[in-house]
């Protein structure tokens, strides 16, 4: 390594350089272990249902953007009825468990609470952005070509999120490491 390598490296965040992967593995699964206990556990959905929330939310912004398009016939609760098919956005669907993936892994990674709010907001616009499109072509695989909707909801939508989520971590990661 040269001498100026040497300097960059002794200027990075000195949290990521103190980088351990078991502590950062045990840190993750046991902050996912609580934030899913957490979202399960009735008393708590009592107080604040969050996958409730952000369901509607997903799908008001799904059918806010399927109406131009004349798809949507009408919305009941986390249901999006199109012409001839319906959409249940449920959790997994919803965007919520590719964000928290997300959201575990930057929290449990040793960086500087600002980079991680940075971090977490863009990361958070981003994921849902992507998420409310894919719902969007969901849809319009499920009304133009329903032949194929199974195999692209299954085996391409739902990878896609988690891809998306472990994606942003990685840019956000590398940034991290080297500012």
């Given at each position: 390594?040269?001498?100026?390598?040497a300097?960059?490296?002794?200027?990075?965040?000195?949290?990521a350089?103190d980088f351990?992967?078991?502590r950062f593995?045990i840190?993750?699964?046991?902050?996912?272990?609580?934030?899913?206990?957490a979202?399960s556990?009735?008393?708590?959905k009592q107080?604040?249902d969050l996958?409730?929330?952000y369901?509607?939310?997903?799908v008001?912004?799904?059918?806010?953007l399927l109406r131009?398009?004349g798809?949507?016939?009408?919305?009941?609760?986390?249901?999006?009825?199109l012409s001839?098919?319906?959409?249940?956005?449920?959790?997994?669907c919803?965007g919520l468990?590719a964000?928290l993936i997300?959201l575990?892994g930057?929290?449990?990674?040793?960086?500087?609470w600002?980079?991680k709010?940075?971090?977490l907001?863009?990361g958070?616009?981003?994921?849902?952005?992507?998420?409310?499109?894919?719902?969007?072509?969901?849809?319009?695989?499920?009304v133009?070509m329903?032949?194929y909707?199974?195999?692209?909801?299954?085996y391409?939508?739902?990878?896609i999120m988690?891809?998306?989520?472990?994606?942003?971590?990685?840019?956000?990661?590398h940034h991290v490491v080297?500012?």
């Amino acid at each position: 390594m040269t001498q100026g390598g040497a300097k960059g490296a002794q200027g990075q965040n000195s949290r990521a350089k103190d980088f351990s992967l078991s502590r950062f593995l045990i840190t993750y699964l046991v902050l996912m272990g609580v934030v899913f206990l957490a979202l399960s556990l009735k008393p708590l959905k009592q107080v604040l249902d969050l996958n409730g929330l952000y369901t509607q939310a997903i799908v008001k912004a799904t059918a806010l953007l399927l109406r131009p398009f004349g798809l949507v016939r009408g919305v009941d609760g986390s249901i999006i009825h199109l012409s001839g098919i319906s959409l249940d956005i449920k959790f997994g669907c919803n965007g919520l468990e590719a964000f928290l993936i997300y959201l575990v892994g930057i929290v449990s990674f040793p960086a500087r609470w600002r980079a991680k709010a940075w971090g977490l907001i863009l990361g958070f616009l981003i994921i849902q952005v992507l998420n409310v499109l894919r719902i969007v072509a969901l849809g319009y695989f499920g009304v133009h070509m329903a032949n194929y909707f199974y195999i692209f909801h299954i085996y391409v939508a739902q990878g896609i999120m988690i891809a998306v989520a472990f994606l942003i971590f990685i840019v956000w990661l590398h940034h991290v490491v080297n500012a």
